[in-house]
Nanobody, 123 residues
Framework: QVQLVESGGGFVQAGGSLRLSCVPS????????MGWFRQGPGKERESVAG????????YYADSVKGRFTISRDLAKNTVYLQMNSLKPEDTAVYYC????????????????WGQGTQVTVSS
């Protein structure tokens, strides 16, 4: 069974940066889209950013636009989320996600989830 392995979470002060990484456990893993979701305490899981694997086209939630950047390294089979200018409201468990859908990832169409990595932003 394919697993998505995340890393890079941690504790950071407001205004700081973190870089999350996600790599499938199998090199032969195929997908159309990969992205990142987050779920804060008492909140619904929400889409943060996504990237179409082949074309490299990206999309972002309005709340992170201009601060977060999603990218992928085809050779390393890895997707990244560079998070800059972090705010306390960014505090959440961040989940890597993948799917074969032609549309943007949502909690409904995600086929593979990572285990989650905690990001905590203090004031």
């Amino acid at each position: 069974q394919v697993q998505l392995v995340e890393s890079g979470g941690g504790f950071v002060q407001a205004g700081g940066s973190l870089r999350l990484s996600c790599v499938p456990s199998e090199r032969t893993f195929s997908r159309s889209i990969m992205g990142w979701f987050r779920q804060g305490p008492g909140k619904e899981r929400e889409s943060v950013a996504g990237i179409y694997w082949v074309a490299g086209t990206t999309y972002y939630a309005d709340s992170v636009k201009g601060r977060f950047t999603i990218s992928r390294d085809l050779a390393k089979n890895t997707v990244y989320l560079q998070m800059n200018s972090l705010k306390p409201e960014d505090t959440a468990v961040y989940y890597c996600a993948a799917g074969r859908s032609l549309s943007r990832l949502s909690v409904v169409n995600v086929q593979f989830w990572g285990q989650g990595t905690q990001v905590t932003v203090s004031s």
